[in-house]
């Protein structure tokens, strides 16, 4: 059986999680309303899809100082390694982000990845206003940008065993339903709390080493 390995953007194919840092740049000095909503989101009592909304609404920024920040960043050196030893076996990756198409379609260019399959949100820039929007919405899920769910069940009916790596509360829902699942930081401490199995993500050299033994 042939495995799809989907993979999360921030925090994981990207070491730093370019949205967070991206906010935290540039929000403006009221942060209130922003921070209560982190704080359900959480707790799962809001989707990631309205705390981004929420937060774009604190950010003062410019399409061409964004596209600047996230340059600053980069992702895990080891992860076109990874990619070419999976596609070198006919296998196959995709990258499945809560994060914005700007950061994420530059970063995989940059690393020579552009004809990666991949998905995010939408970032539209008026003037100095950046406004989320959700093309790859999943009329299923009601709480998330872009459910990450969606692609473990599309690639589960293609035949093929689903492998979900990530890091974050984002990828609750993808995790949830995978074959198997690779997490690390808060991802991994909420399979720990609700009995989903995973295994470790210390990276994708050992991520490779980990699926050739």
């Not at 906010?23 to 309205?50: H, P, T, V, Y």
């Not at 990874?82 to 995989?108: A, P, T």
């Not at 339903?177 to 690779?182: E, G, K, P, R």
Request: hydrophobic share 40%.
């Amino acid at each position: 059986m042939r495995t799809a390995y989907l993979c999360d953007f921030d925090g994981t194919i990207a070491p730093s999680d370019i949205g967070a840092a991206l906010f935290q740049r540039f929000a403006g000095s009221d942060r209130r309303e922003a921070a209560a909503a982190f704080a359900r989101w959480k707790a799962d009592e809001i989707g990631s899809r309205e705390l981004t909304e929420i937060e774009c609404r604190c950010m003062d920024v410019s399409a061409d100082e964004a596209l600047a920040f996230s340059r600053e960043h980069a992702i895990d050196a080891d992860f076109a390694g990874f990619v070419r030893g999976v596609q070198s076996r006919g296998d196959l990756v995709m990258v499945v982000s809560e994060g914005y198409d700007f950061y994420v379609g530059d970063q995989l260019a940059r690393a020579d990845l552009s004809d990666l399959p991949w998905r995010a949100n939408h970032a539209r820039f008026e003037g100095r206003r950046l406004i989320p929007e959700f093309p790859w919405a999943d009329p299923t899920c009601t709480r998330c940008g872009n459910c990450k769910a969606q692609y473990v069940r599309e690639h589960r009916a293609r035949g093929f065993r689903v492998v979900f790596v990530g890091d974050g509360l984002s990828d609750r829902c993808g995790a949830r339903i995978a074959d198997q699942v690779f997490a690390r930081a808060s991802l991994w401490d909420w399979c720990q709390e609700r009995g989903v199995a995973a295994r470790p993500f210390t990276g994708f050299r050992a991520l490779a080493e980990a699926e050739a033994a």
